[in-house]
């Protein structure tokens, strides 16, 4: 590729430096547009809630008062959630037009005017537009920032004998960061409620406890950039040279932890000779985390070069016709989620108790429940298109000048994908412990369960086309190069953990589900019991590219007016992928008990179902498909 680029440049100035009186009599119309764009944007976003030693507690007493108790909902919530954004849309467009130029007069010691392609990060001379925003937050869970930039040209230039350049430059840079941090606390919420009832026939109403803690950040980049240049000269001899470049710079980093310590809900209900159904009960200690950061940008390049032969006869299909295009693409993304989510000392409590009291207990639902889930992605598309079209003036279709069509198009995306999740879960507790004294009636169904769940997922994806068309009538040279590199690292780590707690006293762990009815002279069935203890992680890793270059070059004269022809085609595609996929999931002490007790007590007991079930997955996947396509067609 090197050889090629040094051998293009050495023949492009011999013709060029050759080509100085190929200009017909005329003046030489000359266009050009600049435009530069340059976008600069953070959003920081922070927030944190924190709950101490919340508390619910609700107590009813009956003694010699008949009647039904309502439902009663107690609910300890710790949320964090904010927003901060930015949004800036930039929209350039520049039209030329040029008359008509036949008769007109040109210097036979005129030279084509240089021009430079902006290099590096300063932007060209000239009327250019700049975006900055910052914002801070003090209070977030969600960054965001969008900016879509569209830059267009058109330049058009009348038929006529006389010659023309036309440049045009475009240069669009976009540089991103969002931040978005959230932590939710819950220390020690309780809920609790207490129903008793002496000589007071009637029902419960159904009884619902909840402590919950969640957290949520959210970073999020989008970046759209269209670039168009279509340059249209008509007569003689003529230069077209466009150069388009876009550099994009995204990082997100999302970072979230939910943290609940000694969660707890007991519901009591004593009845002495008071008849009556209990209502259904559910409880539950809640604690998610969840942490997204995310990246996307789009990148669109087209140039369109439209040269062709006098329509008036100023002989200016006698000298030279040079067409260059140049596209340059940059894409970097880095992309970074972390979720903790913890939960320790969790219980939940349902100890019914009837003494000469007939009537049916509710079913009871208990769980304990810890995610964390991070996710990192980053998404790269881009497109690169280039039609360079030169058609002699001459009724043979062929001119005696030289044509030059030179097209270069180079393109790099990078990306950095890193996930992390963890979820702990210590000492988790499910107690259902009814007790029935010459009291019959059938008890509900009870279902229990401590789970544990953590995902990390990273992924990149880059989609890169390229794409040039060179169409050239008579003598002439081709030249067309294509360059395509795509790098891409993604990371995913997951844990998650279920462990047993210890017992105030120090003596043994406290942890898992127990179920221990106990009935003395109280007939009745039992309703189904289900305990279950699951802990799962998955980590999953995934890199995808998908790189298309296509390249036609035609060149044909339908007369036999003799010169040359010259293809030259070169096209160079590079990926480079690397995934790594770690899982891990512990699991100790986790126990199911279910003790049921019958003293002089006829009835049916339900099915039981007890799991304990630990599950981790890594996938680690990449994935690159690579097309090329040269087309050659000279007569």
């Not at 060029?16 to 000359?30: H, L, N, R, Y």
């Not at 430079?116 to 975006?131: C, E, F, N, R, Y």
């Not at 539950?284 to 990148?299: F, I």
Request: glycine share 12%.
């Amino acid at each position: 590729m090197r050889r090629f680029l040094v051998a293009l440049v050495v023949a492009l100035a011999v013709l060029a430096a050759s080509s100085t009186t190929a200009f017909a009599d005329g003046s030489v119309p000359v266009q050009a547009a600049t435009q530069s764009a340059d976008t600069g944007q953070a959003a920081l976003a922070a927030s944190s809630a924190t709950q101490v030693q919340p508390s619910n507690q609700n107590i009813s007493v009956r003694v010699l008062s008949p009647g039904d108790d309502g439902a009663v909902n107690q609910s300890n919530d710790a949320t964090s959630s904010a927003n901060a954004t930015n949004d800036a849309t930039t929209k350039q467009s520049a039209d030329q037009s040029a008359g008509s130029l036949c008769g007109c007069h040109v210097p036979s010691t005129w030279s084509a005017p240089t021009s430079s392609a902006p290099t590096g990060g300063s932007a060209p001379a000239g009327g250019g537009g700049g975006t900055s925003q910052g914002n801070g937050a003090s209070s977030a869970g969600t960054a965001d920032n969008t900016a879509p930039t569209a830059q267009g040209a058109s330049q058009s230039s009348g038929g006529g004998g006389g010659g023309g350049v036309q440049a045009a430059q475009q240069d669009a840079s976009t540089q991103q960061a969002a931040l978005a941090g959230s932590s939710a606390t819950q220390v020690k919420p309780s809920n609790s409620n207490i129903s008793v009832r002496v000589l007071s026939p009637g029902d419960n109403g159904s009884v619902k406890q909840s402590n919950s803690a969640s957290s949520d950040a959210n970073a999020t980049n989008d970046a759209s950039t269209k670039q168009r240049a279509s340059q249209d000269q008509g007569g003689g001899s003529g230069i077209q040279e466009a150069t388009q470049k876009a550099d994009t710079g995204q990082l997100a980093v999302g970072l979230s932890s939910a943290k609940q310590i000694e969660p707890s809900n007991s519901n009591l209900s004593v009845r002495v000779l008071s008849p009556g159904d209990d209502g259904k009960v559910k409880q539950s200690n809640d604690v998610s985390s969840e942490a997204n950061a995310s990246n996307d940008a789009s990148t669109k390049q087209n140039v369109d070069q439209d040269q062709h032969g006098s329509s008036c006869g100023c002989h200016g299909s006698d000298g030279l016709a040079l067409q260059v295009a140049g596209q340059k693409s940059s894409t970097e993304q880095g992309a970074f989620a972390a979720s903790s989510a913890e939960q320790i000392g969790a219980k939940n409590s349902n100890e019914p108790v009837r003494i000469w009291s007939k009537g049916d207990g509710g079913n009871v639902t208990q769980s304990n429940s810890v995610s964390s889930s991070a996710d990192a992605s980053n998404d790269a598309s881009t497109k690169q298109r280039v039609d360079q079209d030169t058609t002699g003036g001459n009724k043979c279709g062929c001119s005696s000048g030289v044509g030059i069509q030179a097209a270069g198009q180079s393109s790099f995306t990078g990306q950095l994908a890193g996930a992390a999740s963890s979820a702990k879960q210590v000492g988790a507790e499910n107690t259902n412990a009814p007790v029935r004294i010459w009291s019959k009636g059938d008890d509900g169904s009870v279902k229990q369960s401590n789970d544990v769940s953590s995902d990390a997922t990273a992924s990149n994806d880059a989609s890169t086309r390229q794409h040039a068309d060179q169409d050239l009538s008579g003598s002439g040279i081709q030249a067309l190069g294509q360059e395509s590199g795509t790098l891409q690292g993604s990371f995913a780590l997951s844990s998650a953990e279920q462990l047993p707690g210890r017992e105030k006293c120090g003596c043994g762990s406290g942890s898992g589900n127990s179920a221990g009815p106990i009935r003395i002279g109280s007939s009745g069935n039992d309703g189904s019991l289900k305990q279950s203890n699951r802990v799962s992680s998955s980590a999953d890793a995934s890199n995808y590219a998908t790189t298309k270059q296509k390249a036609d070059q035609h060149a044909s004269g339908s007369c036999t007016c003799g010169g040359f022809g010259i293809q030259v085609l070169g096209q160079k595609a590079k990926t480079g992928q690397l995934s790594v996929a770690l899982s891990s999931a512990k699991q100790i002490g986790a126990s199911n008990k279910s003790n049921p007790v019958r003293i002089g007590s006829y009835g049916n007991g339900g099915e039981t179902k007890q799991s304990n079930d630990a599950s981790s997955y890594a996938t680690s996947s990449n994935d690159a498909w690579t097309k090329q396509h040269g087309h050659q067609f000279l007569i």
